[in-house]
């Protein structure tokens, strides 16, 4: 049975403690254009819990396994300011901590075969610290 993006983002966002409930985990993410708004969800909540200085901008890269677990450890190929920046290794020590609570995704077997190995990149953007606006 397939189900939708917005009921598992609906679950997360009832319910959302920092990591996947599992009320989310019997869902099933079964499309490919559903794994960044699930993950971006996560990422972008954490995000909001802080208080960062604003223009802040940082690009991950990752892969995931069939289970939907990540291989390895998430890469940062991008960062603005750069790396070194105490503000900045916090920004992105969030992003990093919010990704690995939120995985692994809830993959269907189908759509885990599929991306399995396949590199991901997600861009997350701090526009505004007084809204901590993505």
């Known amino acids: 049975m397939r189900n939708s993006l917005p009921a598992i983002v609906a679950l ?61 450890r998430p890469a940062v190929s991008y960062s603005l300011p750069r790396r070194g920046d105490p503000e900045q290794e916090r920004f992105i020590g969030a992003i990093l901590k919010a990704i690995e609570g939120c995985t692994p995704l809830p993959f269907s077997n189908g759509l885990g075969g599929a991306i399995a190995g396949k590199i991901f990149v997600f861009r997350y953007t701090l526009t505004d610290a007084k809204d901590q606006t993505l």
């Open 12 to 72: 997360l966002t009832a319910t959302f403690a920092g990591a996947f409930p599992a009320a989310v985990r019997a869902q099933t993410i079964d499309d490919v254009g559903s794994v960044a708004p699930v993950l971006d969800l996560c990422v972008t909540r954490a995000l909001r819990g802080n208080a960062f200085a604003p223009r802040r901008d940082a690009t991950v890269r990752l892969a995931f396994r069939r289970d939907g677990s990540i291989i390895g």
